[in-house]
Structure formats: C-alpha cells, structure tokens
C-alpha cells in the first residue's frame, strides 16, 4: 500500500486502479463544484468497472435526529476536552461546526463546513461523474437507517451490496 498525501480534487495519480475508498467522512468540504470535481478525479482514476466506496454523513437519518439550533456534542478525557456545537443549514445541506479544544491548558477554536448530500444527490452527481451503478446501504431493506455515520461499501459481484456502490464506465 502507497499512501499519499494530496488535493482530493486534483489526484497525484493516475491509475488505473480497482477501488477507490473515500473514507471517514472526508467528502463534502468543498462547494458543491468542488465536490463534483472529485467525484471526476475518483472516476478518472478507476479502471473501466472500478469501484468508489463513500463513507459518509447519511442525510436522512442526520436530519431525523438533528435537535433544532446549535446543539453540542462534549468530549472529555482527563483534563482535555473537545466541544463541537454545529448549526443544519437545510437550503444549502451544511452542517457548520464550530470546534473549541481545550487541551494541556491551551484552548484553540476552529471552524469547517460540510456538505450533506441526499441520496438522489449522491446519485446525480455519480452519474454525472462517469459511474454507472449507484447502490446505498440505506435503500437495501435489511439494513436500519442509522443516524450520521452510514458506512458505504461496495458489495461483491454476486448480489446487492450493504453500501453506495458505484462503477466506472
């Protein structure tokens, strides 16, 4: 295994490769362009039937379970705390988290953005990258929706898979 450090928009490599995995919700922090534009460079570097699997925040079941107005999530260990308190923007599908890490004493805050597309969104933009089959783990009937962290994966060639599965042309 060779792992790179890069511009998910702008891929380092060529390929070709059998699959691409997206992995710990790092999709989405870009405007939506931007989150084509890498949906193209996963595609471009698939072979022909390659595969891209997506881990990402499930739109649906984030919205379900959304408190309204800025709701924080604590983290504690020791002394050391992380607090994320985020606010949903349902016109654009941002979720925006202000972060405050409190850690050996130091405080330091940040701010990030992330885009979470519906299911049919996923699909268009899929699509219009170059893939030809889409599948989500949340449309298969024998999987529960989950709240924020639905674990797409691609299946094996004999059946539906538990995972957005998506093949390049």
Known sequence: VDYRVGDLRRLGVDGPFDTVVCWFTSFGYFDDAYNRAVLAEFARVLKPGGRLAIEAVHHDGFVRRFTPSPFAVPVFRGDDALIDSSIFDPVSGRVRTERVVYRDGEMRRTHHEVRVPTLPEYSEWLRA????????????????????GSWWWPGDENGPSNAVESRSR
């Open 129 to 148: 990258a170059g893939f030809s089959t889409v599948e989500s783990d949340r449309a298969l009937p024998h999987r529960p929706s989950t709240t924020c």
